[in-house]
């Protein structure tokens, strides 16, 4: 199912959910990121997904991150927290969902790259080398607070 994200646009669909979400910034022993080509807007970002019931948010990232990438990972630290209200992304089935995302620091502990229905390519990219990656700017934002190793979790 595709999408469409605003932020800040006086056009945008007035949001009729918040789901939880979390996204993990994971990186590999010589510090490449991994990223994911999302099959749902045709853009780079970092594994993640919505919170289900009966399932703690660390659990969240675990299963979200090996759903997406095939890798498993061990949670270490929130980087941030994004709630924007001006941010919502509108689905083709009418839902219209404001953000709600976690940003969490995970560890690689095994797994092999694979992909989903959700994801259309998994690769290790280059902190230097993700500027030219098509991807939308609020999560090109998280990577950064997440790079520049914040002695407190962005709140936002």
């Known amino acids: 199912m595709g999408r469409?994200?605003?932020v800040d646009d006086p056009g945008a669909p007035?949001?009729?959910s918040v789901v939880p979400s979390v996204v993990a910034i994971v990186r590999?022993?010589?510090?490449?990121?991994?990223?994911?080509?999302?099959?749902?807007?045709?853009?780079w970002a970092l594994p993640g997904g919505g919170h289900e019931i009966g399932e703690s948010i660390v659990d969240t990232v675990v299963r979200e991150v090996k759903e997406e990438t095939g890798y498993d990972v061990e949670v270490e630290s929130i980087t941030g927290t994004y709630t924007n209200p001006r941010h919502v992304m509108a689905y083709e089935d009418g839902e219209v969902r404001q953000q709600f995302s976690i940003a969490f620091r995970a560890r690689l502990v095994g797994g092999e790259?694979?992909?989903?229905?959700?994801s259309s390519e998994v690769v290790w990219v280059r902190p230097q080398e993700?500027?030219?990656?098509?991807m939308h700017?609020?999560?090109?934002m998280r990577i950064e607070h997440a790079l520049e190793k914040r002695s407190t979790p962005y709140l936002g």
Not at 137 to 140: E, G, L, Y
């Open 137 to 140: 700017p609020s999560m090109r």
């Open 28 to 43: 590999d022993d010589v510090g490449r990121v991994l990223l994911i080509h999302k099959t749902d807007n045709n853009l």
């Open 4 to 6: 469409i994200d605003y």
């Open 113 to 118: 790259a694979q992909t989903s229905s959700e």
């Open 130 to 134: 993700i500027g030219a990656l098509d």
């Open 14 to 16: 007035d949001a009729n």
